[in-house]
């Protein structure tokens, strides 16, 4: 219930359902009854976050407990934060409209490097030090998840934990020991060393690290109870483990407006640049009946007329034509839309498509990656030009009219006939649509060519490699315009300097905690914003701290070098990732996980299980 201080707000700002709560499925409890409150932060807007399903879980995981109650905070947009800082009024959860700063524990999802200044947005509009080191009571712990902390080196001091991994079980392992130190009257630092004990909790103040003078790092040495390597969790079992059955329905419109329904995590693939295909391994399935079964509950539940399969890769599911069969047996008839993104062109059978024509036809996204199969090779992708060809040779016959191409720019070996092949591509599907004797009478093709510049992150073979520059990522998106011909084709992009900035966050160190707040006072925050990015505020902070952001970005590190990360356990072997770069420089691939296990060792994080096997 909102105070009449913080309802006076809603009406000079737009969107105020975003700081509202009381949407269907929220869940309110009496806070004298439970022992452990947990704000759950997403930092950014209320639109965004609420599309992400790792929150959805992790609400309703800890609502189901008695002794707990987890609220939801977003970023407030900048009239919101405006307001609240006039008013004085500090930043609160939604379900309670308390102020965060009195929650046991504050937990943000760190889903992209360029979301760092609104944490600490977050935490100073909250009323609470930035550092670690000045947060010295119990309460609230300030702990980090999601897949940036698979190198949280650049926000380390900050936070007072991390959670590398999956946050099913050690969220509420967490949760217990919390409560019996609080019960307790333990100190924070008390409480910190016990939690350290527990596998898949980092706790960033217990390691100390030194450099060279060249600014590679010497040594991370752990103390107290840490370990000398943290080792991600994982979930082993997804048939049995937490899946909500019903999601908060927001009274405005989101970025993924729809039900989600998880199919499987991990990836058999093994493309080179995909961060994501690494530190999800070892691969494994839900099954199609559970899938089913969740998927329906959730719809009934929340009034949502489209379900979502939910993977790196979808179209690898092994029982997905069981399963589209199952989800079509009830949705159809409800006018439920039955969507599936993530699809790949080498498995994207007629029997799929056949399925496909009973719902709603919306474009086709398939991502080739590379305009060259001698890039495609590089960077493993395994797609051939001719199994783009005939995937898209099938949309058309069954009716579709467009599709959409992911490409990346400036990956390691690119050269501009690699380029200019991605407007041959495109070109190429767009003279095949034409060729179909079947397509759609008065209907015209279109094609996008959506462009990501390669960001070099950590636990992937490119590791090791330098970031293409932002004059030559401007100079291949000249050539790559210049080389589309027809109006039937659309090229996007993303910004060249948030690409940088992102780059060297991804790969950083704990020197650039002093940037990140630098930047942060200078008026950094919304970063992954065209409209608020500030790219020579964030140059002045690199230059205050006497720090050349190159150094992380522009230059190839040694396999011999210390990596920020690699204290750090994802499963893949780092031996297995060198292997992968020396095979990339000769254009060699490796086979998918199912043709061929390549011993990368996620394995071992499951008892040695992998469902690829």
């Not at 099913?168 to 609080?182: A, G, P, Q, R, S």
């Not at 890039?375 to 579709?400: H, S």
Request: charged share 30%; hydrophobic share 35%; with cysteine.
């Amino acid at each position: 219930m909102l105070s009449k201080q913080q309802e006076a707000l809603l009406s000079k700002v737009q969107k105020p359902a975003r700081y509202t709560g009381g949407e269907l499925n929220s869940v309110v409890k009496d806070k004298e009854k439970v022992k452990f409150r947990y704000a759950f932060c997403f930092p950014d807007t209320y639109e965004i976050g609420m599309s992400h399903l790792g929150m959805k879980i992790l609400y309703g995981l800890v609502n189901a407990r008695e002794d707990a109650w987890c609220e939801r905070v977003f970023a407030p947009g900048t009239d919101m934060e405006e307001e609240m800082r006039k008013a004085g009024v500090p930043l609160f959860a939604l379900e309670s409209s308390d102020p965060i700063k009195d929650f046991d524990m504050i937990a943000f999802t760190l889903q992209y490097e360029l979301c760092y200044t609104n944490v600490l947005n977050m935490l100073d509009l909250a009323g609470l030090p930035l550092r670690s080191k000045d947060r010295t009571d119990l309460m609230p712990i300030v702990v980090g998840g999601g897949p940036c902390v698979c190198n949280p080196e650049p926000i380390a001091d900050f936070f007072d934990i991390f959670l590398p991994g999956e946050g099913e079980e050690v969220t509420n392992e967490l949760i217990d020991l919390f409560i019996e130190h609080k019960e307790k009257g333990s100190t924070k630092l008390e409480f910190l060393r016990e939690a350290a004990k527990i596998e898949g909790v980092y706790v960033p103040a217990f390691y100390d690290v030194t450099y060279h003078e060249d600014g590679t790092i010497e040594a991370v040495t752990p103390k107290e109870t840490a370990p000398a390597k943290v080792k991600k969790r994982i979930i082993s079992d997804l048939d049995s483990t937490y899946y909500p059955d019903k999601f908060v329905v927001p009274f405005i419109e989101i970025v993924h407006d729809r039900s989600v329904a998880e199919v499987f995590r991990g990836c058999i693939r093994g493309c080179r640049f995909c961060q994501a295909g690494f530190i999800y391994r070892p691969i494994r399935e839900k099954s199609a009946a559970v899938i089913d079964k969740q998927a329906k509950s959730l719809c009934d539940t929340s009034g949502y007329d489209e379900i979502s399969l939910c993977s790196l890769s979808t179209s690898d599911y092994t029982q997905l034509e069981d399963l589209v069969k199952k989800l079509f047996s009830w949705a159809l008839p409800q006018k439920i839309n039955v969507a599936l993104p993530s699809l790949r062109v080498d498995n994207f059978s007629e029997e799929l498509m056949e399925e496909l024509k009973k719902v709603r036809k919306s474009g086709l996204t398939f991502a080739p990656e590379a305009g060259t199969q001698r890039l495609r090779d590089v960077i493993n992708k395994n797609v051939t030009e001719e199994e783009v060809m005939n995937t898209c040779a099938q949309a058309f016959k069954g009716g579709w009219t467009s599709v959409k191409l992911y490409f990346m720019m400036g990956l390691p070996t690119e050269t501009m006939d690699d380029i200019v092949g991605m407007a041959d591509l495109a070109q190429k599907v767009v003279n095949l649509y034409y060729q179909n004797p079947d397509r759609p009478k008065g209907k015209a093709v279109s094609v996008s060519i959506s462009v990501a510049s390669f960001i070099p992150k950590p636990f992937t073979p490119f590791q090791w490699e330098p970031q293409d520059t932002m004059d030559n990522l401007v100079k291949k998106q000249k050539v790559l315009l210049e080389n589309v011909h027809t109006h039937k084709i659309q090229v996007s992009w993303h910004q060249s300097h948030t690409s940088f900035l992102e780059g060297v966050l991804a790969r950083g160190d704990r020197k650039l905690c002093d940037v990140m707040e630098s930047a942060y006072r200078k008026g950094c925050k919304f970063d992954s914003w065209d409209e608020h990015f500030c790219f020579e505020n964030w140059m002045a902070a690199f230059e205050e701290c006497g720090i050349d952001p190159t150094f992380y970005n522009n230059r190839k590190r040694e396999f011999s070098e210390i990596l920020p990360w690699d204290h750090l356990d994802y499963g893949v072997r780092k031996e297995f990732l060198m292997h992968e770069n020396e095979k990339a420089h000769r254009n060699e691939t490796t086979p998918h996980c199912r043709l061929k296990c390549s011993a990368c060792g996620a394995a071992k994080l499951n008892g040695g299980h992998c469902d690829a096997k």
